[in-house]
């Protein structure tokens, strides 16, 4: 019998994973925060779509999976789903996808399915800066936007001298 | 000139490509070929096509990242690609390597994707990571802030472990850097490094502190995920933190933070939220503490009225932390109150967190759940299985001996629809607790068991079955009660083979073929050859597993009597005696063997009530005397196989800089070594009735009572018998909730109000305490204690586990100990100690008069047995030894018993692992005819081990031979407590090398928890120092005489103790828990 506990060892990781999909059923974006094996991964996230998407609109935000409390919001066409410890706050869990939709959206402009599945790289910046480890790392969106985009500038700082040499 | 120009064409598509995907643009980037293929991939119909394409595409990024003509920045939409790919399930592993390489050598931003994609692929034990230790350290170490960051991110996602002290410097170093996003990671690492290996960063937790105080919001942030961890594994050593707590949090909740920290409008909603836990942590159990709290909880609980989620979550968790903490009746009252609007909400989501709510505050506050009754009600038949479930957790927690009918049917109705098997275990697992202790009656027990049995099914947890069965076998006090339990287990069991065995899960199959094998005789109804019958229908169903057709073997051994069931008998050993299965064989000779001899079988499995307890010894002592001669033959001392292991890995691990000390690195996981509980436990009846039972078994019937062991203890906990329960009419609970199909509905739920909410009115004591209102159908015989106590009156423990038993020896006056001049309290209080728990070992001494010659300054100390060493013509040499603070005293009585005086007496005594000093100059001793010459050594150990042994030669002139003699001392006879601060045990701690880790049974005791209880035994015979008791958690030290110090670390780990031993003299941990096992087993 699976039990969560045996595989995870690391307590008081407050998130153990976040997964984005879209209403068919495809992965957007996975992030894990306690290690597993790949084997071990692509099977919680077939489970836990199918759980997921044969929920109904009206049914609460939360379930229990195994041991762990799964949190999921649906925003268009995508689903935003993060598994937290039975203990855990859910409400803040579900603020914490919202503010995570709301950095996309204000980097993106207006955010929808495509930019994150061509820019999906970007994405993963975006949580990382956010959210490390499993733990919200900057509550302020304004401090993230700022990192993120620090980055971004020297990228394009580099592009144009790349530019200008050829 | 040509390569350039091919580079910069193929390079172009992801310029054009980062270019336009400027923040606010979203562009489809048709030109990109991760743009391409995932066009590709979403044009596709079959799962099929979407293979072929991926594998093509790999194949292709394989070969350009092996390519030596690739550049970083090709390699980087290469490695976006790969991402892309393992994302769809696909195996990119070979990208691996290369992403590492990408982090290595990219520019900043081609870095920036490595470590995204060694994030994303690798995780902490991947053996590629350690190739990333280098390329972190450069960048930590980079004047350009965004490596830094980079690196800092990756280094708090993974990192491996063992290579933690290489970067370790460096993330203390960012702790002080100007900008403020440096601190704030490098906090984030330090987290990462205190949840991985909490040994590593316990030096700098003053840095903590610091950070705690940063002048940004959001380092200070950071730093109170570090410091909720701590305070979760040690409340104690925060308390002073308090108080800058509540400032912070009243800071946040005023509105001083910067508003970039709102949210919606709300101040800095995380950083509360985990204020408030950190803060429910500190006020636990502690009045003094909550009491700091009470105000801002009060402003916070005003403050969060904006109807929005975030207000509620951090409502949710002022609730928690009110009801955590010490209470205060106001507060109580409007946390109650906000209790009650997440219960009567609309929206879903906080009905089921005011649920949650009411679940945790439930045990305190009973009333509530009658407030919301009927809520209650309605969640019990709400179509979210989620919040059917958190309702009946509820209902669960207010059970009590006149609910429990109607609480465990709505329960076992949910487990028939349940199809998620997490749920069941649990479910289930609760039923059965429930069963066992509100019970009603017999009938609707067993009935509540099977029903447990049936849709439990395999994965239920074992010791569900095993209580059951323990349950059954023990049975009660009164005789006619006992026999009406076991027939009607009997007649049900007898009555569910008759209908369709084939649908029962094989775990009930075995508790049925154990419970026909052993109480069918009880019931005269049913012939033993009708039990045979039935039994050997379930050999004959196709799904019974060989573990099951055993325990029908089992059963049919017990069973068969009387020609009737002989030919029936004879066809079944036939067929299983050649099975392949070698237990089944075994099983089918015993049966051939023990069906013809009546006589036998009533000497080999006699029935289960007559049957005496089994006496193990877990500790193993009877192989004491091997051990010991196998170390003094110069056998290496048992290393339990963590510790094993430990050195090992310690002995491969890189060592960064020379001649550093390597502190071991501590896995938070619990090792558990083949210590005394696993064999204590793991024998079972089912073994002891049939000593060849094998490992065939998964159902372990514990029916087995240690002499030592915690039997008794069990007993008075579950079988407290009490007064049945006042009030509530019982024949309300009894009616079925739904009678009729046309009453209203709202009467209906009424009425399963009523019968559900049964009990609660009366005071909070029926629901307080579980198991403290058990039915007095309940109170089971308390077998096993009495060969306890015969047990103890015929031998003295502290004789059966000490060789040398202590005693005080005070002769002239036996109950008063004198403590001589010169002796230092602590040894006053270490012979008081003593002298209660040895008082009546003194008078079975027979030291015919020897004691008296104990030197003055010696009296009234600890002493031990005098044991005679040797005798040769008329001497005789005797030896005991005396505990004095700072050393260990050897006393040497020579006796001369002939009328002439004997010279030129000399003793020597030498030993490996001790040093001895003699106390009187000389060396020979002259002893006149009947008189004693008292010689005194001074021991001090040089080399630990369990027990050390001194050998002595007598030189006699009288005699040619010398006599050669041993004395040999336990260790325990030269610990010494050892007071210290806790602030000193953690340095002291942290620079200790040598540990051992072992579970130790617990010591229960009525007066006081099971940590006090061990720790108490622990002390006194081994005269430990406790220095802290945090909760389940204890610290305790001690040294061996002077110095060579020991510390141990205790935590109760569910029914053992845990503990970890450290010392600077590598031998001492282990013979530390050795004398530790020894005085538990005592007890």
């Given at each position: 019998m699976f039990r969560w506990s045996h595989l995870v060892i690391y307590i008081c990781v407050q998130m153990q994973f976040m997964l984005l999909f879209s209403r068919q059923g495809k992965l957007r974006l996975q992030k894990w925060y306690v290690p597993l094996c790949d084997k071990e991964k692509k099977k919680i996230t077939r489970e836990l779509l199918q759980t997921v998407l044969a929920r109904k609109p009206k049914m609460c935000s939360f379930l229990e999976w195994r041991d762990l409390k799964v949190v999921y919001k649906r925003y268009a066409s995508l689903y935003f789903c993060c598994a937290i410890e039975n203990q855990d706050n859910e409400l803040i869990t579900l603020e914490i996808i919202h503010r995570y939709v709301e950095l996309l959206d204000k980097y993106f402009g207006s955010v929808c399915e495509l930019d994150i599945i061509f820019n999906f790289e970007k994405a993963y910046f975006i949580l990382d800066e956010f959210l490390l480890g499993g733990e919200a790392q900057e509550t302020s969106k304004k401090n993230v936007l700022k990192a993120i985009e620090q980055a971004d500038l020297l990228q394009e700082i580099v592009l144009e001298t790349v530019s200008q040499i050829y | 000139m040509s390569d350039v120009v091919e580079k910069t064409l193929t390079a172009l598509p992801s310029l054009l490509l980062s270019v336009d995907s400027q923040p606010g643009s979203a562009k489809l980037s048709t030109s990109s070929k991760l743009g391409s293929l995932i066009r590709n991939i979403t044009e596709l119909t079959s799962k099929h096509e979407e293979e072929k394409l991926i594998q093509r595409e790999l194949s292709s990024i394989k070969d350009q990242v092996s390519s030596p003509n690739t550049t970083m920045r090709q390699m980087k939409e290469l490695m976006v690609r790969a991402i892309y790919c393992e994302m769809l399930g696909y195996d990119s592993s070979f990208t691996y390597i290369h992403a590492i390489k990408l982090a290595q050598q990219g520019s900043v931003l081609e870095k920036r994707v490595g470590y995204l994609a060694v994030s994303l692929f690798l995780n902490e034990h991947h053996e590629l990571l350690l190739l990333l230790v280098n390329t972190v350290l450069k960048d930590l170490q980079s004047t350009n802030l965004i490596e830094v960051c980079m690196a800092l991110t990756v280094v708090s996602q993974i990192f491996p472990k063992d290579m933690i002290p290489a970067i370790l410097p460096l993330v203390e170093e960012k702790l002080n850097h100007p900008k403020e996003i440096i601190r704030r990671k490098a906090v984030l690492a330090l987290y990462k490094f205190h949840l991985i290996a909490p040994n590593q960063v316990q030096h700098i937790h003053n840095k903590f502190r610091k950070a705690l105080c940063d002048k940004d919001p959001g380092v200070m942030g950071a730093s109170l995920h570090i410091y909720l961890h701590l305070i979760q594994e040690n409340p104690e050593g925060y308390k002073d933190l308090t108080t800058s707590f509540v400032t912070i949090l009243k800071q946040v909740v005023g509105g001083k933070l910067p508003m970039d920290f709102n949210y919606h409008s709300v101040p800095a909603p995380w950083?509360?939220?985990?204020?408030?836990?950190?803060?429910?942590?500190?006020?636990?159990?502690?009045?003094?503490?909550?009491?700091?709290?009470?105000?801002?909880?009060?402003?916070?609980?005003?403050?969060?009225?904006?109807?929005?989620?975030?207000?509620?979550?951090?409502?949710?968790?002022?609730?928690?932390?009110?009801?955590?903490?010490?209470?205060?009746?106001?507060?109580?009252?409007?946390?109650?109150?906000?209790?009650?609007?997440?219960?009567?909400?609309?929206?879903?989501?906080?009905?089921?967190l005011g649920l949650k709510a009411l679940t945790y505050v439930v045990q305190q506050d009973p009333k509530l759940a009658l407030q919301h009754q009927m809520t209650i009600i309605e969640c019990l038949e709400h179509p979210d299985l989620i919040i059917k479930r958190e309702t009946l957790e509820i209902l669960f927690r207010i059970t009590n001996a006149q609910n429990v009918t109607v609480i465990v049917e709505k329960m076992l109705t949910f487990l028939s629809t349940s199809e998620d098997d997490h749920t069941t275990i649990d479910l289930v697992g609760k039923v059965a607790e429930l069963a066992k202790k509100y019970a009603p009656d017999n009938e609707w027990f067993i009935q509540t068991m099977n029903a447990v049995f049936s849709l439990g099914g395999e994965t239920m947890q074992p010791d569900i079955t095993n209580s059951f069965l323990k349950l059954l076998s023990e049975g009660f006090d009164s005789v006619e009660e006992d026999r009406k339990l076991k027939v009607f287990a009997v007649n049900s069991y007898v009555s569910l083979l008759e209908g369709e065995p084939e649908k029962l899960p094989q775990r009930f199959l075995q508790v049925i073929s154990w419970v026909l094998g052993e109480f069918s005789h009880l019931q005269q109804d049913v012939g033993a050859e009708t039990v045979v019958c039935l039994l050997d229908k379930l050999l004959h169903m196709k799904n019974s597993t060989s573990e099951t057709k055993t325990w029908v073997l089992m059963a049919m051994t017990k069973v068969c009597e009387g020609a009737a069931c002989a030919p029936l008998v004879q066809s079944v050993c036939e067929t299983y005696s050649s099975s392949l299965d070698t237990v089944l064989r075994q099983r089918a000779q015993e049966l051939q063997h023990l069906s013809r001899d009546p006589a036998l079988r009533a000497r080999v499995l006699p029935p289960v009530c007559t049957r005496e307890p089994l006496e193990v010894d877990s500790s193993l002592s009877f192989l004491d005397e091997f051990v010991s001669e196998a170390l003094a033959a110069g056998a290496a001392p048992y290393k339990p196989s963590h510790q094993r292991q430990e050195e090992l890995a310690q002995t491969k691990a890189v060592s960064y800089e020379p001649y550093q000390l390597t502190l071991p690195i501590s896995t938070t996981a619990h090792t558990h070594t083949p210590s005394l509980l696993s064999i204590s436990s793991s024998l079972s009846e089912g073994s002891a009735d049939l000593s060849h039972k094998g490992g065939s078994s998964s159902l372990k019937l514990e029916g087995v009572k240690r002499v030592w062991g915690r039997g008794g203890y069990e007993a008075a906990q579950v079988e407290t018998p009490s007064p049945p329960q006042e009030g509530g009419d019982p024949s309300i609970s009894h009616t079925p909730p739904l009678t009729s199909e046309d009453t209203e509905s709202k009467q209906q739920e009424q009425q399963l109000a009523s019968s559900m909410f049964l009990g609660l009115d009366h005071s909070s004591v029926t629901l307080m305490g579980k198991g403290d209102s058990t039915p007095s159908w309940l109170k089971r015989k308390e077998r096993g204690q009495t060969p306890l106590n015969d047990a103890q009156t015929f031998t003295d423990p502290q004789e059966l586990t000490d060789p040398s038993p202590l005693h005080v020896v005070s002769p002239q006056f036996p109950q008063s100990p004198v403590i001589a001049n010169g002796t230092s309290d602590t040894e006053a209080a270490l012979a008081l100690a003593c002298l209660d728990t040895n008082r009546s070992s003194t008078n079975q001494l027979e030291d015919r008069g020897l004691s008296l010659y104990l030197p003055a300054e010696l009296s009234g100390l600890i002493c031990s047995e005098i044991s005679v060493l040797c005798s040769s013509e008329s001497l005789e040499l005797s030896a005991c030894h005396v505990h004095k603070l700072r050393s260990l005293e050897m006393i040497v009585f020579i006796s001369n018993s002939s009328d002439n005086a004997v010279q030129q007496i000399q003793v020597q005594l030498h030993s490996e692992q001790l040093e001895v000093s003699c106390a009187s100059e000389s060396q020979m001793e002259e002893v006149k005819g009947h008189s004693v010459v008292v010689r005194q050594y001074s021991l001090r150990v040089r080399k630990p081990s369990v027990h050390v042994e001194l050998i002595g030669t007598l030189f006699h002139p009288e005699t040619p031979q010398n006599v050669q003699f041993t004395y040999r001392l336990p260790l325990s006879s030269f610990i010494r407590p050892l007071t210290l601060s806790t602030e000193e045990y953690g340095t002291m701690w942290l620079s200790f090398s040598n540990d051992t880790k072992q579970n130790l049974t617990l010591v229960h005791s009525e007066n006081e928890g099971p940590l006090r209880a061990t720790l108490n035994v622990l002390t006194e015979d081994l005269h430990l120092h406790v220095v802290e008791i945090i909760g389940m958690e204890a610290i305790v030290a001690c040294r061996l005489l002077q110095d060579q110090p020991c510390l141990m670390h205790c935590r109760v780990h569910g029914d053992a103790l845990a503990v970890w031993l450290r010392s600077p003299v590598p031998e001492l941990p282990d013979c530390l828990i050795y004398h530790c096992q020894r005085a538990l087993q005592g007890h």
């Amino acid at each position: 019998m699976f039990r969560w506990s045996h595989l995870v060892i690391y307590i008081c990781v407050q998130m153990q994973f976040m997964l984005l999909f879209s209403r068919q059923g495809k992965l957007r974006l996975q992030k894990w925060y306690v290690p597993l094996c790949d084997k071990e991964k692509k099977k919680i996230t077939r489970e836990l779509l199918q759980t997921v998407l044969a929920r109904k609109p009206k049914m609460c935000s939360f379930l229990e999976w195994r041991d762990l409390k799964v949190v999921y919001k649906r925003y268009a066409s995508l689903y935003f789903c993060c598994a937290i410890e039975n203990q855990d706050n859910e409400l803040i869990t579900l603020e914490i996808i919202h503010r995570y939709v709301e950095l996309l959206d204000k980097y993106f402009g207006s955010v929808c399915e495509l930019d994150i599945i061509f820019n999906f790289e970007k994405a993963y910046f975006i949580l990382d800066e956010f959210l490390l480890g499993g733990e919200a790392q900057e509550t302020s969106k304004k401090n993230v936007l700022k990192a993120i985009e620090q980055a971004d500038l020297l990228q394009e700082i580099v592009l144009e001298t790349v530019s200008q040499i050829y | 000139m040509s390569d350039v120009v091919e580079k910069t064409l193929t390079a172009l598509p992801s310029l054009l490509l980062s270019v336009d995907s400027q923040p606010g643009s979203a562009k489809l980037s048709t030109s990109s070929k991760l743009g391409s293929l995932i066009r590709n991939i979403t044009e596709l119909t079959s799962k099929h096509e979407e293979e072929k394409l991926i594998q093509r595409e790999l194949s292709s990024i394989k070969d350009q990242v092996s390519s030596p003509n690739t550049t970083m920045r090709q390699m980087k939409e290469l490695m976006v690609r790969a991402i892309y790919c393992e994302m769809l399930g696909y195996d990119s592993s070979f990208t691996y390597i290369h992403a590492i390489k990408l982090a290595q050598q990219g520019s900043v931003l081609e870095k920036r994707v490595g470590y995204l994609a060694v994030s994303l692929f690798l995780n902490e034990h991947h053996e590629l990571l350690l190739l990333l230790v280098n390329t972190v350290l450069k960048d930590l170490q980079s004047t350009n802030l965004i490596e830094v960051c980079m690196a800092l991110t990756v280094v708090s996602q993974i990192f491996p472990k063992d290579m933690i002290p290489a970067i370790l410097p460096l993330v203390e170093e960012k702790l002080n850097h100007p900008k403020e996003i440096i601190r704030r990671k490098a906090v984030l690492a330090l987290y990462k490094f205190h949840l991985i290996a909490p040994n590593q960063v316990q030096h700098i937790h003053n840095k903590f502190r610091k950070a705690l105080c940063d002048k940004d919001p959001g380092v200070m942030g950071a730093s109170l995920h570090i410091y909720l961890h701590l305070i979760q594994e040690n409340p104690e050593g925060y308390k002073d933190l308090t108080t800058s707590f509540v400032t912070i949090l009243k800071q946040v909740v005023g509105g001083k933070l910067p508003m970039d920290f709102n949210y919606h409008s709300v101040p800095a909603p995380w950083i509360q939220i985990q204020l408030l836990q950190i803060l429910s942590l500190l006020g636990k159990n502690d009045p003094g503490t909550s009491e700091i709290m009470h105000e801002i909880l009060e402003e916070s609980l005003r403050r969060a009225e904006m109807n929005h989620n975030i207000t509620y979550a951090i409502l949710y968790e002022c609730v928690k932390c009110i009801y955590t903490i010490h209470p205060k009746s106001d507060l109580l009252e409007k946390a109650a109150k906000c209790i009650g609007n997440f219960v009567l909400s609309s929206k879903i989501n906080l009905k089921y967190l005011g649920l949650k709510a009411l679940t945790y505050v439930v045990q305190q506050d009973p009333k509530l759940a009658l407030q919301h009754q009927m809520t209650i009600i309605e969640c019990l038949e709400h179509p979210d299985l989620i919040i059917k479930r958190e309702t009946l957790e509820i209902l669960f927690r207010i059970t009590n001996a006149q609910n429990v009918t109607v609480i465990v049917e709505k329960m076992l109705t949910f487990l028939s629809t349940s199809e998620d098997d997490h749920t069941t275990i649990d479910l289930v697992g609760k039923v059965a607790e429930l069963a066992k202790k509100y019970a009603p009656d017999n009938e609707w027990f067993i009935q509540t068991m099977n029903a447990v049995f049936s849709l439990g099914g395999e994965t239920m947890q074992p010791d569900i079955t095993n209580s059951f069965l323990k349950l059954l076998s023990e049975g009660f006090d009164s005789v006619e009660e006992d026999r009406k339990l076991k027939v009607f287990a009997v007649n049900s069991y007898v009555s569910l083979l008759e209908g369709e065995p084939e649908k029962l899960p094989q775990r009930f199959l075995q508790v049925i073929s154990w419970v026909l094998g052993e109480f069918s005789h009880l019931q005269q109804d049913v012939g033993a050859e009708t039990v045979v019958c039935l039994l050997d229908k379930l050999l004959h169903m196709k799904n019974s597993t060989s573990e099951t057709k055993t325990w029908v073997l089992m059963a049919m051994t017990k069973v068969c009597e009387g020609a009737a069931c002989a030919p029936l008998v004879q066809s079944v050993c036939e067929t299983y005696s050649s099975s392949l299965d070698t237990v089944l064989r075994q099983r089918a000779q015993e049966l051939q063997h023990l069906s013809r001899d009546p006589a036998l079988r009533a000497r080999v499995l006699p029935p289960v009530c007559t049957r005496e307890p089994l006496e193990v010894d877990s500790s193993l002592s009877f192989l004491d005397e091997f051990v010991s001669e196998a170390l003094a033959a110069g056998a290496a001392p048992y290393k339990p196989s963590h510790q094993r292991q430990e050195e090992l890995a310690q002995t491969k691990a890189v060592s960064y800089e020379p001649y550093q000390l390597t502190l071991p690195i501590s896995t938070t996981a619990h090792t558990h070594t083949p210590s005394l509980l696993s064999i204590s436990s793991s024998l079972s009846e089912g073994s002891a009735d049939l000593s060849h039972k094998g490992g065939s078994s998964s159902l372990k019937l514990e029916g087995v009572k240690r002499v030592w062991g915690r039997g008794g203890y069990e007993a008075a906990q579950v079988e407290t018998p009490s007064p049945p329960q006042e009030g509530g009419d019982p024949s309300i609970s009894h009616t079925p909730p739904l009678t009729s199909e046309d009453t209203e509905s709202k009467q209906q739920e009424q009425q399963l109000a009523s019968s559900m909410f049964l009990g609660l009115d009366h005071s909070s004591v029926t629901l307080m305490g579980k198991g403290d209102s058990t039915p007095s159908w309940l109170k089971r015989k308390e077998r096993g204690q009495t060969p306890l106590n015969d047990a103890q009156t015929f031998t003295d423990p502290q004789e059966l586990t000490d060789p040398s038993p202590l005693h005080v020896v005070s002769p002239q006056f036996p109950q008063s100990p004198v403590i001589a001049n010169g002796t230092s309290d602590t040894e006053a209080a270490l012979a008081l100690a003593c002298l209660d728990t040895n008082r009546s070992s003194t008078n079975q001494l027979e030291d015919r008069g020897l004691s008296l010659y104990l030197p003055a300054e010696l009296s009234g100390l600890i002493c031990s047995e005098i044991s005679v060493l040797c005798s040769s013509e008329s001497l005789e040499l005797s030896a005991c030894h005396v505990h004095k603070l700072r050393s260990l005293e050897m006393i040497v009585f020579i006796s001369n018993s002939s009328d002439n005086a004997v010279q030129q007496i000399q003793v020597q005594l030498h030993s490996e692992q001790l040093e001895v000093s003699c106390a009187s100059e000389s060396q020979m001793e002259e002893v006149k005819g009947h008189s004693v010459v008292v010689r005194q050594y001074s021991l001090r150990v040089r080399k630990p081990s369990v027990h050390v042994e001194l050998i002595g030669t007598l030189f006699h002139p009288e005699t040619p031979q010398n006599v050669q003699f041993t004395y040999r001392l336990p260790l325990s006879s030269f610990i010494r407590p050892l007071t210290l601060s806790t602030e000193e045990y953690g340095t002291m701690w942290l620079s200790f090398s040598n540990d051992t880790k072992q579970n130790l049974t617990l010591v229960h005791s009525e007066n006081e928890g099971p940590l006090r209880a061990t720790l108490n035994v622990l002390t006194e015979d081994l005269h430990l120092h406790v220095v802290e008791i945090i909760g389940m958690e204890a610290i305790v030290a001690c040294r061996l005489l002077q110095d060579q110090p020991c510390l141990m670390h205790c935590r109760v780990h569910g029914d053992a103790l845990a503990v970890w031993l450290r010392s600077p003299v590598p031998e001492l941990p282990d013979c530390l828990i050795y004398h530790c096992q020894r005085a538990l087993q005592g007890h």
